[in-house]
């Protein structure tokens, strides 16, 4: 790793201070002036109900899980994005053309074609995958253990659980939904303190980089800031 | 029941780069000239201001920049054999939407076509012979030369603030520049960008090949700099935010950073937003249109705008659709028996890139512009024998860093899992490690790729959408097949940890559902004569002299390049010709 003279490395600083947890604490304290919100337990949702919380809670942790390096998805708060976003114009498809007639059937490269909106699709899919899951694994989605989980996600994802043709994006909503949430600004309730730009090395919102172009090959030094001005 | 506004000079529809050239243009010659536009207003500040535009789930993947396809789409197909559906959420092409339109939005690349390129069906038929021009492959000459046109990329260039270096000043080779374009009246109007650590390896790699590298022109400003209508930008601080964004500094062309604060000062022109033109309405005798018919969001009602002089400004699909929904631009073109002209030509581009994986080395990718990098032209198509290779067609290529936000940009190693533990530590591991180098290549037109009415689907005013029948066409795929086969030996050559192509293939059938790129040309084709498109050289309804088309539906069939620059190009040559030839006696030009 080249560091750039003058400036602090950022692993370098993690190193030397103590410092994922030094980062950490000044997010938390800036928040908590504000308002520490309220755990994902206690959250209340807008748009899913108890069972669809359920089985998102269980799904995007593993899905993007706590294990190994950096944040997964419960400590990003990617459920709560989730919920907000089908609680949303994206949630009821207001900027599409949904007028009749659909044809769900045709080909997955024509495009979305289903008569339902991505609020739909979860509010169907859900039942049907958990139905799925307690015939072939004994129980619903969110019962199941870990390993049984990935395998049951990796039947989804494989075109091996029977959707009918109107849900057949579900597995691709789920998980491009889940990725949005751990990847976009903390407003829309996910990527809770920037922990995934401190982990990958995104600056979020900062969008000023002048000096930049021809400090070749030189490690950008400097953690994330949000659209409201936190700092990671 | 219809209002019915005053008589305006001129109506322009579509308030985007070429309806405000042809706005402040035409508003010089004392005209009294209303612009209609179909979204919303929208300035840098207060719309595009820091730091809510630095938002990559509102404008990068919810596309609240763009048109919405509840307000305005169209129905697409592969073949005239299949059931054309609806395009019902944006993925393969992103018009604009709102004053500035695709010009607020854009990545700021900003090209010339080659001389060759204007003049293709000539150019293989002089070296290789008609022969070689594949079966059901419309390969055309545009009306008008590069020679014609040069003072006019010129002026759109000073307008628009382009940045770059010269390669061929009348002539004369220059060096630092590409030895292949076209011939240049004058330098840039501003200076090359700064390289960043990508391009400047992809430029170090090339030349040791021997190829010729040149920094990539730049509608993205690299000094502070004023146009010619008094309009100031200020230089790019690579915060990566282009593509899909507004700019917050005044560094990225755009209508807001080069025209519009100009053209608003005028007293004889006025723009009204939330007006989505429905149809333009034409005279008894069926020579000349008399205004357009607008709905009027806010009052809820139908009005009808009288004009003597109707330019269509909107995005070429849009323009296509309106002039078939108005019968104007002749007959509607018919695959089958080949008659008709209108909704013909229509094309689009043929892409592919390298990924490399470098684990120690940092790329930044946040730090960037749209039209970032170090470019080659060694395989365009002034360089590329079509005979001995089996194609008609090339490409330019470029490396540098835009977009490097991470819901949309996330390159991972192949092999690398989708989900899970495996992808989280991939992310970790390798985002700001990888950069690519992308091949951007020419598009035919063909007989069986063109626009009509859809017989089925409808908008919310009732009228027919527009359908595309498109597919991908064998000679642009062995084209692009042909730009992998020389790419991935330059990549090899930079020693990256690992490599991955994405080339379209022959056989490949066309996905609406990815972004492949906004550059869908043709479909009022401009032409020789009457039978063979729908415009004149000079951007003029053959069927109605006073309707001016303005765009890339212009194009006979794609180049090579990003459209911006030839549509910016044939705007300035269109108002030229009503400036100096129409406005003292309106008639057909030709």
Known sequence: MTDLPGYPSRRNFLKGSAAGFALTGIAASAEAQVEAPVSLDEYETEYLNGAEWAFIMAATARLIPSEGDGPGALETRVPVFIDRQLAGDYGSADDWYMEGPHAPDAEPARGWQTPLTPAEVYRQAIPAFDAWCQSSHGASFAELDAETQDAALTSLSEGEVELSSELRDFWSLLLSNTKEGYFADPQYGGNAGMQSWVYIGFPGARAAYREWPERHNIEYPLGPVSISGERA | ????????????????????????????????????????????????????????????????????????????????????????????????????????????????????????????????????????????????????????????????????????????????????????????????????????????????????????????????????????????????????????????????????????????????????????????????????????????????????????????????????????????????????????????????????????????????????????????????????????????????????????????????????????????????????????????????????????????????????????????????QYMKSKMEPLAASMNPDSMQSGFKDVGAQYDVRPYQTTHNTGGHSMSETAREGSVNRYSQAWDKHNVFVMGAGNFVQNTQYNPTGLVGGLAYHTVNAIRTQYLSNPRPLV
């Open chain 2, 1 to 480: 029941m219809a209002r019915t506004e005053p008589k305006k000079d001129v109506v322009i529809v579509g308030l985007g780069w070429t309806g405000s050239i042809a706005g402040i243009e035409l508003a010089q010659e004392g005209l009294d000239i209303v612009a209609l536009e179909r979204g919303h207003d929208q300035s840098t500040v207060p719309d595009f201001q820091y730091p809510q535009q630095i938002d990559e789930l509102k404008y990068g993947v919810r596309l609240k920049m763009m048109q919405k396809p509840s307000q305005q789409t169209l129905t697409v197909r592969r073949s005239g054999d299949e059931t054309a559906l609806p395009y019902r959420s944006l993925g393969s092409f992103l018009p604009g939407n709102g004053v500035g339109g695709a010009g607020t939005h854009w990545n700021g690349l900003n090209w010339r076509p080659m001389p060759e390129e204007l003049r293709l069906r000539s150019y293989v038929a002089e070296n290789w012979g008609e022969d070689i021009i594949p079966e059901g492959m419309n390969l055309g000459d545009y009306p008008v030369s590069y020679d014609e046109l040069e003072p006019f990329f010129t002026r759109f260039e000073k307008v628009a603030g382009i940045s770059g270096k010269a390669g061929n000043l009348n002539g004369e080779i220059q060096e630092g520049g590409n030895p292949f374009e076209g011939w240049r009246s004058e330098e840039f109007p501003m200076p090359p960008h700064r390289a960043t650590w990508d391009s400047q390896k992809f430029g170090e790699a090339a030349s040791a090949m021997g190829y010729h590298p040149f920094t990539a022109s730049a509608g993205i400003a690299s000094t502070s700099y004023t146009n010619p209508y008094g309009m100031q930008m200020g230089p790019c601080n690579f915060c990566g935010f282009c593509e899909r964004f507004g700019c917050y500094q005044y560094s990225k062309s755009s209508p807001q950073t080069a025209i519009l604060g100009a053209l608003k000062q005028y007293p004889n022109f006025e723009y009204r937003t939330n007006s989505e033109v429905l149809k333009v309405e034409t005279a008894a005798d069926g020579k000349t249109a008399t205004g357009v018919t607008y709905w009027d969001e806010a009052a809820q009602e139908e009005v009808f705008q009288p004009a003597d002089i109707v330019i269509l400004s909107s995005y070429q699909l849009n323009n296509v659709h309106l002039m078939l929904l108005s019968g104007i631009g002749g007959p509607v073109y018919d695959p089958v028996t080949g008659d008709g002209v209108l909704g013909k030509n229509y094309a689009y581009q043929m892409n592919g890139g390298v990924s490399l994986f470098f684990e120690d080395e940092h790329f930044n990718p946040f730090v960037g512009h749209g039209a970032n990098g170090i470019a080659l032209d060694d395989f365009a198509i002034n360089q590329n024998d079509f005979g001995a290779l089996g194609f008609i067609g090339g490409s330019y290529w470029r490396s540098g860093t835009f977009n490097g936000q991470p819901i949309r940009n996330m390159p991972l190693p192949s092999g690398t899992p989708s989900w899970g533990a495996g992808w989280k530590e991939g992310i970790g591991r390798w985002y700001g490690h990888a950069m690519s180098i992308g091949s951007h290549g020419s598009h035919m037109a063909y007989a069986n790729n063109h626009l009509d009415l859809d017989p089925t689907y409808t908008d919310r005013h009732g009228r027919p959408l527009m359908r595309m029948t498109f597919n991908w066409q064998d000679n642009d795929l062995r084209m692009n």
